[in-house]
């Protein structure tokens, strides 16, 4: 079940859809970041994500490897987007708390280089990692 959610909020950020990003967060919820101060509720969670997707002119996210245990688990994620027209790719990972079934809180790793907008690991084989592949 958590895993199904995370794949349903990953594919509702893919698609720019506020409504459905939502749909997956208990109302109260909130998404901590590294790049960025909290987000807070799941309505503002899912505006978030929407101009999110639009300012990487269609940004899709994916999960590559995911791990659970009750009502926590982390996954690594893939995102792909686009800035001033050059393709980027972004690496992070994630961890969950569910509650009732839904997302309650999240918080992320990853690093945002506004120059350089596409981030994974150092010297990662990222290309020969099939659990990576686009």
Known sequence: ?????????FAACT????????AQFQP????YDLNHAPVWG????????ARVWARWDGASWEVNT???????????WTMRGVSSG?????RGSEHYEFQDGLISQIRQYWHYDRI?????LRDYPYATDER???
């Open 1 to 9: 079940m958590t895993r199904q959610r995370v794949e349903e909020y």
């Open 15 to 22: 698609r720019g859809d506020p409504a459905a990003v939502r």
């Open 28 to 31: 109260d919820a909130v998404v």
């Open 42 to 49: 799941a309505e503002a969670i899912g505006e978030f994500y």
């Open 66 to 76: 995911f791990v659970a245990q009750e009502d926590v688990a982390a996954a690594e």
């Open 86 to 90: 050059t393709p980027f790719v972004v």
């Open 116 to 120: 350089d907008p596409g981030i994974g």
């Open 132 to 134: 990576f592949a686009p």
